[in-house]
């Protein structure tokens, strides 16, 4: 039995791509993903109900003053990053936000200043979603090679797939038969379990540490403001910057656009949370079947180009279709449709085209543009759709201005692409001469 079941899963490796001596780290790295989106995804039901509890005129403000966190978080990350190890500064993150859990689930018991505590909930959820898959995406493309990253990080995004299937059905559940902050325990429990996989992941990045010219679990050193510096100083990182500013920008559109239908439908919190979290199923049932089946094919067959393109692409059909019929509807299945999109096949792409550059790159830089670059698009679109509808324009105005932002878009993608495969086939260049004077 042993060596049947033995044989099934290495014939279930195979036909994922994976190597013999990958399948461990790589089993570490899915559990790590999922119980990282699935904390997560326990909770993104409770932000979108918070965002109509916090008031929905106030969505710009929250926007906002989660920008700012980003930016004044920026430096700090960068100031740890250059004299923790890494391993260290992985268990600093996780362990200050897991216990900001725990200060949130005893002040919304407390049922104390609640509008208050919704919109500090918005605002802290937000920071801590993009710094955790920030800081995870840069611990893989530092483990990983280029090579692998083409064939794996399908596969590991898949994990946290897996984890964002999970969390909606927890907190569907949890929902008819508990108050609303035991959620705060229960994402508790599975970021504590990612502790442990970044545990035995870093101590197999040790291990296969002959692909690194200094060893990989020492501090980064450096300028606390590196990643800024870093990022503004290179043509690539910039562009990287401009490609997540396009799918920022118009995500929060459509999210402003889609809360706002949802709080005219529904006027009971927990009918509006178990809305969001079926809307949370339904994507992650969709990503994980394309990471599993598509997302390894599409790029072995065409590179990044295409995972790249796919979301510029559907924004551009799902603009016309919302300047047409802008029905609480037709939100939803363009919503799906790009979060599929993004988690499935731009995701793991644009991970890729981090694994072709420096380590202090890897995380700081990637960092900043993860988190402060991130959260600017969407303080900056809110502000700007709050404007324009001051001026009088209409959804389908809104919806029409996109579509030329969007062949830009494409545009970007394709630019990037190429560059990506540049670098990748000068780096595997780089190590196959390195590999040849060391014999």
């Known amino acids: 039995m042993v060596g049947l079941n033995h044989t099934r899963l290495t014939g279930w490796a195979y036909s994922l791509g994976v190597k013999r001596e990958e399948f461990v780290p790589l089993v570490w790295a899915f559990v790590y993903f999922f119980c990282l989106l699935c904390g997560y995804s326990i909770l993104r039901p409770v932000r979108d109900e918070m965002a109509i509890e916090g008031g929905l005129k106030h969505l710009p403000w929250m926007m906002t003053a989660t920008f700012l966190t980003m930016l004044a978080a920026t430096p700090l990350f960068g100031w740890l990053s250059a004299r923790c190890s890494r391993y260290r500064l992985l268990l600093t993150v996780y362990a200050f936000f897991i216990l900001n859990l725990l200060a949130f689930y005893i002040l919304m018991m407390s049922h104390l200043y609640p509008e208050w ?108 403001l590196a990643g800024i510096r870093l990022t503004i100083s290179s043509p690539y990182l910039l562009g990287i910057c401009g490609y997540l500013a396009f799918l920022t920008m118009t995500a929060t559109f459509l999210y402003l656009e889609q809360t706002r239908l949802v709080s005219e439908y529904l006027d009971q919190p927990e009918a509006r949370t178990r809305l969001f979290s079926s809307l949370d199923f339904t994507t992650g049932l969709l990503t994980w079947l394309t990471q599993m089946f598509v997302t390894k094919r599409v790029i072995s067959r065409f590179g990044l180009v295409a995972p790249l393109l796919f979301l510029p692409v559907i924004s551009l059909i799902g603009f016309l279709g919302i300047a047409l019929w802008p029905t609480l509807g037709v939100y939803v299945v363009f919503s799906v449709l790009r979060r599929v999109g993004e988690y499935a096949l731009s995701k793991p792409a644009r991970e890729v085209l981090f694994t072709v550059v420096s380590r202090e790159e890897k995380y700081k830089a990637k960092n900043f543009i993860d988190t402060a670059i991130s959260r600017g698009g969407d303080a900056s679109t809110g502000w700007l759709v709050t404007g324009v509808r001051a001026l009088g324009a209409t959804t389908a105005h809104i919806a029409l201005a996109c579509v030329p932002l969007m062949i830009a878009w494409a545009w970007l993608a394709t630019v990037l692409a190429r560059e990506g495969k540049r670098r990748s086939a000068s780096t595997v260049s780089l190590m196959t001469e390195s590999s040849r004077r060391t014999v």
Request: with cysteine; net charge positive; aromatic share 12%.
């Open 117 to 224: 505590v919704a919109r500090s909930f918005f605002v802290w959820l937000s920071v801590m979603n993009l710094f955790i898959v920030s800081v995870f995406w840069s611990f893989m493309a530092d483990l990983f090679t280029p090579e692998q990253g083409a064939r794996l990080f399908g596969v590991i995004a898949a994990g946290g797939s897996s984890g964002a299937l999970v969390g909606p059905l927890i907190t569907t559940g949890l929902t008819f038969i508990v108050p609303v902050p035991v959620l705060m325990l229960a994402s508790m429990l599975f970021l504590t379990l990612c502790l442990g996989c970044v545990y035995r992941l870093d101590r197999w990045g040790r291990e296969q540490s002959v692909h690194h010219q200094t060893r990989p679990g020492d501090p980064l050193r450096g300028s606390f």
